[in-house]
C-alpha cells in the first residue's frame, strides 16, 4: 500500500514537472504578438519586381500550409526579363519556431518525390548582412513523352530568428529556441532554387539580388522581439 502511494505521488510529481516545463517554454513574451504583426507588414510591402527579376506568386501545397501554420509566407517564380533566367523563392515565418521542423528541404523536397543529393555550408553577403545557410542538392526522374531525364536542382537556405540570428540549419534552430518562450518568438526560413545547371556564381548574384529585395522583411524576422513598432 505503502509503495503504491509511493508510485502515485512520484507520477504527480512527474506530471507537475511538465506542466511547469510547457509553462515556461510556451510563455509568449511580452511584445510579442507587436512583432509578428511587424513581420506580417512587412511580408506585404515586399515588392514584386526586385531590379530586373519579375515575381509571379506560386501556390503552396496545402499540406505545407498545414505544417508551418506560417504569421507570414511568400511563394513566388521569378524570372529576369534581361536574361531569362529563373529562380523560385520561399519565404515563410512561422509563430512558433517548432512549426518550421515540419517543411525544410531535407523534408520538403524528398516529399514531393526528390532525392537527396550533396550539401554544404554556403555563406552569402547581402550588403551589411551575412547569410549563413546551407546548399542542398536534390535529382528526380522527370517522364517526358516516352522517355524518362534526370532533373537536378540546388536549394540555397537559411533559418531567421529574432535579436539577428542567422542560422545554418535545423540543429542551429533547435539549439536557438531552448529556454523560457524560446520557441514562441517564432522563426523565419528562406529558401532559393535553381536548376542545378545554373552556375554557382551566377546563382550567388541572385542570392543577393533576391534577399536585398526582401531586406525589409528579413530585418523585421531579425529585429528584436519586443522591441518593434507594429
Given at each position: 500500500?505503502?509503495?503504491?502511494?509511493?508510485?502515485?505521488?512520484?507520477a504527480?510529481?512527474?506530471?507537475?514537472?511538465?506542466?511547469?516545463?510547457?509553462?515556461?517554454?510556451?510563455?509568449?513574451?511580452?511584445?510579442?504578438?507587436?512583432?509578428h504583426?511587424?513581420?506580417?507588414?512587412?511580408?506585404?510591402?515586399?515588392?514584386?519586381?526586385?531590379?530586373?527579376w519579375?515575381?509571379?506568386?506560386?501556390?503552396?501545397?496545402?499540406?505545407?500550409?498545414?505544417?508551418?501554420?506560417?504569421?507570414?509566407?511568400?511563394?513566388?517564380?521569378?524570372?529576369?526579363?534581361?536574361?531569362?533566367?529563373?529562380?523560385g523563392?520561399?519565404v515563410?515565418?512561422?509563430?512558433?519556431a517548432?512549426?518550421?521542423?515540419?517543411?525544410?528541404?531535407?523534408r520538403?523536397?524528398?516529399?514531393?518525390?526528390?532525392?537527396?543529393?550533396?550539401?554544404?555550408?554556403r555563406?552569402?553577403?547581402?550588403?551589411?548582412?551575412?547569410?549563413?545557410?546551407?546548399?542542398?542538392?536534390f535529382?528526380?526522374?522527370?517522364?517526358?513523352?516516352?522517355?524518362?531525364?534526370?532533373?537536378?536542382?540546388t536549394?540555397?537556405?537559411?533559418?531567421?530568428?529574432?535579436?539577428?540570428?542567422?542560422?545554418r540549419?535545423?540543429d542551429?534552430?533547435?539549439a536557438?529556441?531552448?529556454?523560457?518562450?524560446g520557441?514562441?518568438?517564432g522563426?523565419?526560413?528562406?529558401?532559393?532554387?535553381f536548376?542545378?545547371g545554373?552556375?554557382?556564381?551566377?546563382?550567388?548574384?541572385?542570392?543577393?539580388?533576391?534577399?536585398?529585395g526582401?531586406?525589409?522583411?528579413?530585418d523585421a524576422?531579425?529585429a528584436?522581439?519586443?522591441?518593434?513598432?507594429?
Open positions: 500500500m505503502k509503495s503504491r502511494t509511493i508510485y502515485r505521488l512520484a504527480l510529481l512527474v506530471l507537475f514537472a511538465i506542466g511547469a516545463h510547457r509553462l515556461v517554454t510556451l510563455r509568449r513574451p511580452p511584445g510579442v504578438d507587436a512583432y504583426e511587424h513581420v506580417r507588414q512587412a511580408a506585404a510591402a515586399v515588392p514584386h519586381a526586385i531590379g530586373g519579375i515575381g509571379q506568386d506560386t501556390r503552396v501545397p496545402t499540406q505545407a500550409l498545414s505544417l508551418l501554420a506560417p504569421n507570414a509566407i511568400i511563394s513566388r517564380h521569378y524570372t529576369n526579363v534581361e536574361n531569362g533566367l529563373s529562380a523563392m520561399l515563410v515565418h512561422c509563430s512558433d517548432h512549426d518550421m521542423a515540419g517543411h525544410f528541404p531535407l520538403c523536397y524528398p516529399a514531393e518525390g526528390w532525392l537527396r543529393g550533396g550539401s554544404r555550408p555563406d552569402w553577403q547581402v550588403g551589411d548582412l551575412k547569410i549563413t545557410g546551407t546548399e542542398y542538392q535529382y528526380r526522374l522527370e517522364t517526358i513523352g516516352h522517355s524518362s531525364e534526370k532533373r537536378s536542382i536549394v540555397a537556405n537559411c533559418l531567421l530568428r529574432p535579436n539577428g540570428k542567422v542560422l540549419d535545423m542551429a534552430l533547435a536557438s529556441i531552448v529556454g523560457a518562450g520557441q514562441a518568438l522563426a523565419g526560413q528562406i529558401q532559393i532554387y536548376d542545378a545554373v552556375p554557382e556564381q551566377q546563382r550567388d548574384g541572385v542570392i543577393q539580388t533576391l534577399i536585398g526582401y531586406r525589409g522583411l528579413v524576422i531579425l528584436p522581439a519586443g522591441n518593434t513598432k507594429s
